[in-house]
């Protein structure tokens, strides 16, 4: 399995832009496609993102598209989500997941520990 590790939550206001990371371990970080879930107080992880291994492909939450980004450099074993004109409703811990190329959680088998993004209005 690859380990994940994410980082460069916050707290934000909205309209503000955010930028997460997600580490990853392994020496085959390119074939496996890489996703962002969140999950808010009271609701269920839902997806937000998902980009294929060799980064060609990508896929959003309609509620997001437009406003964040999903990227990836195989290089360094990271994926990115850029987040753009952030709104309250954006405030949930955010997890990296690497699998098969889905918009659903039961497609990917690693999961980073999460990194809240809390955007004030």
């Known amino acids: 399995q690859v380990q994940l590790v994410e980082s460069g939550g916050g707290l934000v206001q909205a309209g503000g832009s955010l930028r997460l990371s997600c580490a990853a371990s392994?020496?085959?970080?390119?074939?496996?496609?890489m996703s962002w879930f969140r999950q808010a107080p009271g609701k269920e992880r839902e997806f937000v993102a998902v980009?294929?291994?060799?980064?060609?492909?990508?896929s959003y939450k309609d509620s997001v598209r437009g406003r964040f980004t999903i990227s990836r450099d195989n290089a360094k074993n990271t994926v990115y989500l850029q987040m753009n004109s952030l709104k309250p409703e954006d405030t949930a811990v955010y997890y990296c997941?690497?699998?098969?190329?889905?918009?659903?959680?039961?497609?990917?088998?690693?999961w980073g520990q999460g990194t809240q993004v809390t955007v004030s209005s």
């Open positions: 997941a690497a699998g098969a190329y889905s918009s659903s959680s039961t497609g990917f088998r690693s």
């Open positions: 392994g020496r085959t970080f390119s074939a496996y496609a």
């Open positions: 980009v294929s291994g060799g980064g060609d492909s990508t």
